[in-house]
């Protein structure tokens, strides 16, 4: 699987999706600007050691990013407002799991132009606005790895 964050704003986010992408051997790409920088020693201590166990790809852009997806793999968009729940997706091995910004989401125009593709978590209060963009990407994630069998799980 293939994890996409495009814009992340927040270290410890990041990191923890980085610890994540190494524990399921998911390649993580990071679509720029950032909010910090990659030497960010937030952005390392979330990610612990796990930064070296990780095959991970930086983009300057979005077009950079979406230039490189191979004929055949899926892009999903996870962000609020999807027609479709996450858990109603067909995931297949070498799609790429999209998330945006904390503070901003991925773009309006982005989600318009995909939206069979463009996927929701539920959310069942209306004081809550979103969710930690790490634990978004776990739930979907493991979705995904569950619709695969798990395969190649170590324990």
């Known amino acids: ?8 704003e927040i270290p410890p986010n990041t990191g923890n ?3 994540l992408c190494a524990a399921t051997k998911s390649v993580l790409h990071l679509v720029e600007p950032f909010g910090f920088k990659l030497d960010d020693s937030q952005l390392k201590r979330a990610g612990m050691d796990y930064w070296q166990h990780v095959e991970w790809h930086r983009w300057a852009n979005w077009k950079a990013f979406e230039a490189q997806i191979p004929a055949g793999s899926q892009l999903w968009f996870v962000e609020s407002g999807g027609e ?16 945006g910004r904390e503070t901003a989401g991925l773009p309006k125009a982005l989600l318009e132009k995909n939206k069979e593709h463009w996927l929701r978590i539920p959310m069942f209060n209306e004081q809550s606005r979103s969710l930690n963009l790490s ?4 739930l979907v994630l493991f979705e ?3 619709q695969q069998g798990f395969k190649n799980e170590i324990f």
Request: hydrophobic residues 55%; aromatic residues 12%; glycine residues 0%.
């Open 1 to 8: 699987m293939n994890v996409v964050l495009v814009e992340p």
């Open 17 to 19: 999706v980085a610890r």
């Open 84 to 99: 479709k729940i996450y858990s109603d997706a067909k995931f297949s091995a070498n799609d790429y799991l999209a998330f």
């Open 135 to 138: 634990n978004c990407v776990a």
């Open 144 to 146: 995904a790895l569950r």
